[in-house]
């Protein structure tokens, strides 16, 4: 295994005082807790808090800033944050307006995160959430009840969190980050596993002539082995399993986007941008805003998901609100 760190064990230690180092403008690390929190404070607006296991940069502390996240809490490689660890997080978030918890359906996270929201409501804290369940790949897996919550979860920072910074009360944020979860869905597929540092091999072998389809954020396998195929081959397959969920059709208005696992070059990504553009064109949906980069990772896993949103005048208006964070800046 060939890692860039001084001990699996300090890893992610080490990586969110590296962060806080590299962003003093956008997020501070609250003393010794795995929490970053957005530079400022939140008050007066309702904030949005998310998290989870780390590996998935520049999610999650990469979207704390204006229009986003108020605070995000990372837990050890691919394991969901503590209770206490994220009731912390909500604590240092709260600006007196509530507080909306952003979780992606994993059963541990969601147990943890609901643990933390109780405890802050005996506090006199007022918490809602949504839960992300935007991958179509699986309905149930050894991390989940129900579907994973995977790149789509991006979208509902943005929109959620411009809903937010606008003055939004607690109510209207929760109802605008459930419209995006109901209109989300992505996929995901992978040429080579990614390593977990604490375990120091791949956590499935591939061929060099195989791809994974279905692929989850925390290194899971997929559900099915395929030989390896052209990209555009590859982008039909994760699209018509997308499109078949009902939800998009001819005449709507979509956001797109193409979120590297961790280790794909960006000409890749673009070369799969192309022909979905294309694909969805021949459909009669249209694209309003493409995002192409690395968004919501599994550490060094080669591949790629594919994430649509559906938009109607409310979203696509949030959606092109301004934010400023380390990951993502929008004008």
């Known amino acids: 295994m060939k890692k860039l760190i001084n001990g699996a064990d300090d890893v992610v230690d080490e990586m969110l005082d590296g962060m806080a180092r590299a962003y003093p403008q956008y997020l501070r690390r609250l003393d010794g807790l795995d929490v970053v929190v957005r530079v400022g404070g939140s008050a007066g607006k309702v904030a949005l808090v998310s998290g989870g296991g780390s590996g998935h940069e520049p999610a999650h502390g990469g979207y704390v800033g204006k229009g986003m996240l108020d605070a995000a809490v990372s837990g050890a490689v691919f394991t969901s944050p503590t209770p206490d660890q994220v009731y912390e997080a909500i604590l240092a978030a709260n600006g007196g307006r509530g507080v909306l918890l952003v979780i992606k359906n994993y059963t541990g996270d969601v147990m943890n995160f609901e643990m933390a929201a109780d405890m802050a409501r ?6 809602e959430q949504v839960i992300v369940a935007d991958d179509v790949a699986v309905e149930g897996s050894t991390w989940t009840v129900g579907r994973r919550g995977i790149a789509g ?4 920072h943005k929109i959620a969190g411009a809903c937010a910074e606008a003055g939004a009360d607690l109510a209207e944020v929760r109802r605008v980050a459930q419209k995006v979860v ?28 195989e791809m994974e389809i279905g692929i989850g954020i925390h290194g899971e396998p997929g559900v099915a082995r395929e030989p390896v195929a052209p990209a555009d081959d590859v982008v039909d397959e994760l699209l018509e399993k997308i499109l078949a969920e009902g939800i998009y059709g001819a005449g709507d208005e979509v956001a797109v986007m193409v ?3 961790g280790a794909t070059p960006l000409m890749e990504l673009f070369v799969a941008n192309r022909h979905l553009g294309e694909e969805l064109s021949a459909r009669g949906i249209r694209v309003h805003r493409t995002m192409v980069g690395n968004y919501m990772t599994s550490l060094d ?28 800046t929008q004008a």
Not at 153 to 156: A, L, S
């Open 259 to 261: 979120n590297g696992m």
């Open 182 to 209: 109901e209109n989300v869905r992505s996929m995901g597929m992978a040429l080579a596993a990614c390593t977990v540092p604490s375990a120091g091999r791949p956590g499935f072998d591939l061929a060099e002539d």
């Open 153 to 156: 979860t991006v979208f509902v």
């Open 122 to 127: 005996d506090e006199g804290i007022e918490v």
């Open 301 to 328: 896993m080669a591949g790629f998901s594919i994430t649509l949103l559906k938009l109607d005048d409310e979203l696509k208006a949030l959606l092109d609100a301004p934010c400023d964070t380390p990951a993502l």
